[in-house]
């Protein structure tokens, strides 16, 4: 079966553009993590989707940071009016969301860098 | 909240020497606790986890690693490196907290460099 895919695999944006990337989880999976890999912060928790449950945005670093996850697949996470800083690896897992300590499947990542 | 020390950033062994990677959790509660590695330009592999069942775990790659509760360590190990084994390896703890779900909280990471 296929694992978690992201798109794009590399994106380059102009400082104050929107950007949006794209996580399909594995088929089955009801739990969608977003994650964000930087040099200066490693890796840390976004957002948090699990079935038709409001999303957990506890980990986004700002307001111009938001995602959505349609049909309970597909999720896009979206970055408005981006930021040097916002340059990093976006990372998307998914896992069965049944029990705790559950393995985690994550995706290749998005590397962003914006100029 | 839970968290994870990853005490050394950079590992250096020769080929067919031990491995030994070290990780200290904080934990209010029984934790579970997982090994991940990043190949250069790849994504994140699950190696191992522990989560209160044996407390030596046997993951992939001949790697292994040994929940000590009172020392709070998860530190891993593999008997003989390989070459292929150069990568990132974060130790990771899952934090449930309060929030029911499942948020991992990753280690800063180790390097391993292995050399001929």
């Known amino acids: 079966g296929a694992g978690v895919s992201q798109s794009p695999s590399n994106k380059v944006t102009e400082k104050g553009k929107d950007v949006e990337l794209r996580c399909d989880p594995i088929s089955g999976h009801t739990a969608l993590y977003w994650y964000r890999q930087s040099l200066g912060q490693g890796l840390e928790f976004l957002i948090y989707f699990q079935g038709n449950s409001a999303p957990d945005k506890s980990g986004l670093p700002s307001d111009r940071f938001s995602a959505e996850r349609t049909g309970g697949s597909v999720s896009t996470l979206t970055i408005q009016r981006t930021q040097q800083e916002d340059s990093a690896v976006y990372l998307c897992?998914?896992?069965?969301?049944?029990?705790?300590?559950?393995?985690?499947?994550f995706g290749p990542g998005t590397r962003l860098l914006v100029l | 909240a839970q968290s994870v020390t990853q005490l050394d950033s950079h590992v250096s062994v020769s080929e067919g020497t031990p491995v030994l990677l070290r990780c200290n959790y904080s934990?209010?509660?029984?934790?579970?606790l997982f090994w991940y590695v990043q190949h250069p330009n790849k994504g994140l592999q699950l190696l191992l986890k522990y989560t209160s069942a044996a407390t030596l775990v046997k993951g992939i790659n001949g790697f292994e690693a040994e929940f000590k509760k009172s020392e709070t360590s998860f530190h891993l190990t593999k008997p003989s490196a390989h070459m292929s084994d150069a990568a990132e390896y974060f130790c990771v703890v899952s934090d449930s907290g309060n929030t029911g779900f499942q948020k991992l909280v990753f280690g800063t990471g180790t390097r391993l460099l292995v050399s001929p």
């Open positions: 897992a998914s896992s069965l969301g049944r029990v705790d300590g559950e393995t985690q499947y």
């Open positions: 934990s209010s509660y029984s934790p579970s």
